[in-house]
């Protein structure tokens, strides 16, 4: 589980495809402190194994059904990555329960300056747009932030300068394709409702707000 606080920024610095192989090896400082082989890192968001590290370099195996459904594909040596180590039991929860697990990709579609803020807004198919709500939260890179618009086509998130300076948000521009993970709350709230709605069980809307769920 990550929190969607980025440790720091890395480097891609090979990422190579053959047939149904591909890995991926990423030149970082931070994360080294206590990492060891079989460890999770969120990549941009992206739940990695490591599988070997040495000399500021580690190097992670990325599946096809990853490469599918993330931007990982699009990267290229020299791309800056955000980096996060799995959460630590008695560390601080900064941000949201992050899972790594990305529900799809969106593309930038505007980038505005407001004040020392800069807003993003992000295009986003229906069934991720679906699962996020003003001032929810959504992981954009694997950075946790806070909604503070959303439409039919889009939502918008508005960065302050340390969030953009700190990951890799600052470089992005206008058509850049980022990867995309729902606050999973809503999605365990839908599941639980549906069996219920089919099977006309004792678990309903009015049953989960009056316990608090909603």
Do not use: Q
């Not at 891609?12 to 079989?38: N, P, Q, Y």
Request: with cysteine.
């Amino acid at each position: 589980m990550f929190t969607g606080i980025i440790e720091e920024k890395g480097t891609v610095k090979e990422i190579r495809h053959s047939g149904d192989a591909s890995f991926i090896k990423i030149e970082a400082d931070k994360i080294f402190s206590d990492l060891c082989i079989g460890d999770s890192v969120a990549v941009n968001g992206v739940c990695l194994t490591v599988t070997h590290f040495g000399g500021g370099v580690f190097r992670a195996d990325v599946m096809n059904e990853t490469l599918s459904r993330s931007s990982l594909g699009s990267l290229s040596a020299g791309s800056p990555v955000n980096l996060e180590r799995a959460m630590a039991a008695g560390g601080r929860f900064g941000g949201h329960i992050v899972t790594g697990h990305i529900d799809g990709t969106g593309i930038i579609s505007d980038i505005r300056n407001d004040g020392i803020a800069v807003w993003y807004t992000i295009s986003a198919p229906p069934e991720i747009l679906r699962y996020i709500v003003e001032k929810g939260s959504v992981a954009i890179d694997g950075i946790s932030l806070t909604v503070a618009k959303v439409t039919d086509s889009d939502f918008s998130v508005s960065v302050i300068p340390h969030t953009a300076d700190v990951t890799t948000l600052s470089s992005k521009r206008r058509g850049d394709t980022v990867n995309l993970e729902n606050d999973i709350v809503g999605k365990y709230v839908e599941k639980l409702i549906r069996p219920a709605e089919e099977t006309k069980s004792s678990i309903s809307v009015d049953f989960l707000a009056k316990h608090g769920f909603l």
